[in-house]
């Protein structure tokens, strides 16, 4: 009888749990890969901040994962700090410019004030206190700072489109999001005024005909090959019931 290999099975693990993106390292920068609609966000989220207006000005990116929004802010003049769990991710985001904190986003270390500009994208829905990422998010800007993210609304509309149909496509990780922590709009809009930011927020969601054309593509490629550098453009909408964008500036 021969004994050949024994596989190891995939880990299962609860929805939402950060050991995923450690599972998931080699995804990070794949164009075609299953964090693929999160290079799509990272430049949407880059194109709501200006240029630099002085020296040394800073960027704090929370849940900054392998640094996608990185080169959206090339240019454009910032120091780019990143805070974030997992050490993977941090390593990958360290080979592109970012320099990188090992924190927590509820308890970053950073002093109060330090940061012109903190991006907070595809991350409060992923954090048991969301409210407590908001209040740190708003200490580290100065007067002035701008706040800019995108998350998840907690509607039925949401938890269908997101995890229902979302987790099975080829874009999203299985198991990738609990739907108990997605943040409901307006009171995510309520708690930024509370700590001085007043937040505009808009829905977007992804060009569907540069997603269908997208998905083509990555259909025809080969298994070891990407598709082409053309990739989905997030579009605004009226709604902001499933995906929603903010930006504010912090007062006082």
Known sequence: MRNGP??????????NDPRQYDDLAGEWWRPDGAFAMLHWLARSRAALVPPATRPDALLVDLGCGAGLLAPHLA????RHVGVDLTRSALA?????GVTVVNGDATAVPLVDG????????ELLEHVPDWRRVVAEACRLLRPGGLLVLDTLNDTALARLV???IGERLPTVPR???????FVDARELVAECAR??????????????????AWLVRRARSRPSGTVDGRQPRMKPTRSVAVLYQGHGVRHG
């Open 195 to 212: 700590h001085g930011v007043h937040l505009r927020i808009r829905g977007i969601r992804p060009s569907l005909p540069g997603t269908l």
């Open 75 to 78: 240019g454009k003049g910032y």
């Open 162 to 164: 997101a995890v229902r």
């Open 92 to 96: 990958q985001a360290a080979a592109h």
């Open 6 to 15: 024994v596989s190891t099975p995939p880990r299962v693990l609860p929805p």
């Open 175 to 181: 198991g990738i999001h609990d739907p108990r922590l």
């Open 114 to 121: 330090c940061a012109d500009v903190v991006a907070a994208g």
